[in-house]
Nanobody, 113 residues
């Protein structure tokens, strides 16, 4: 089992940047794929990005491709989401995900126009 705690959310103007962090606990962290999802008000949770267990392979939703970068540090049990060129439509609660199963409590990202 993996426990996840997100941080780094906040309020930013359009065009700005934020870096989200996800601290993971659990001995299986380095063996599972990790990802980020988000849920905007009134909408379903959607996929944002994923990184495989080694960090060597990443995949992004079309809506964030070229603007967001997912990475991980297995030595620190951390996953990151660097978000650049933020848009108001990126406003959502962002959730860290492990193995497609476990989610953290989420961190709010608000992008003002």
């Amino acid at each position: 089992q993996v426990q996840l705690v997100e941080s780094g959310g906040g309020l930013v103007q359009a065009g700005g940047s934020l870096r989200l962090s996800c601290a993971a606990s659990g001995r299986s962290f380095s063996r599972v794929d990790m990802g980020w999802y988000r849920q905007a008000p009134g909408k379903e949770r959607e996929f944002v990005a994923t990184v495989n267990w080694s960090g060597g392979s990443t995949y992004y939703a079309d809506s964030v491709k070229g603007r967001f970068t997912i990475s991980r540090d297995n030595a620190k049990n951390m996953v990151y989401l660097q978000m650049n060129s933020l848009k108001p439509e990126d406003t959502a609660i962002y959730y860290c995900n492990a193995a497609g199963i476990w989610y953290g409590q989420g961190t709010q990202v608000t992008v003002s126009s």
